[in-house]
């Protein structure tokens, strides 16, 4: 089983930039076996994926809408990966949520309908 965690969401200005963080419970596989995903939703729109990582770290992924802005990244050792994003936009806002699927392939795919195991969600506001 898998538990995953998010955390740093929060309220930034325009232009601005926010890492979020995602960890594991102490009772769960290594991160290590599985692709990660992030995905975002705002209200009334539909969950989308912002980025996806494989297992080893070796394939990247993301969407034109945030390509050149947003940057996924994993520490296998930590347990942990991460989302750096940069000159966000209002139309950023939503929740986002890490999750996963075990790595049964080499790439990784953005479809949520992909992703076994999912994180809580946390807010991130773009807004002046």
């Known amino acids: 089983q898998l538990q995953l965690v998010e955390s740093g969401g929060g309220l930034v200005q325009p232009g601005g930039s926010l890492k979020l963080s995602c960890g594991t419970s102490e009772d769960s596989l290594p991160l290590e076996y599985y692709n990660v995903g992030w995905f975002r939703q705002a209200p009334g729109k539909e969950r989308e994926g912002v980025a996806c990582i494989s297992n080893t770290g070796g394939t990247t992924n993301y969407p034109d809408s945030v390509k050149g802005r947003f940057t996924i990244s994993r520490d296998n050792a930590k347990n942990t990966a991460s989302l750096r994003m940069h000159s966000l936009k209002s139309e950023d806002t939503a929740v986002y949520y890490c999750?996963?699927?075990?790595?049964?392939?080499?790439?990784?795919?953005?479809?949520?309908?992909?992703?076994?195991?999912w994180g809580q969600g946390t807010q991130v506001t773009v807004s002046s």
């Open positions: 999750a996963a699927v075990p790595a049964v392939q080499p790439d990784c795919i953005m479809s949520s309908s992909e992703y076994d195991f």
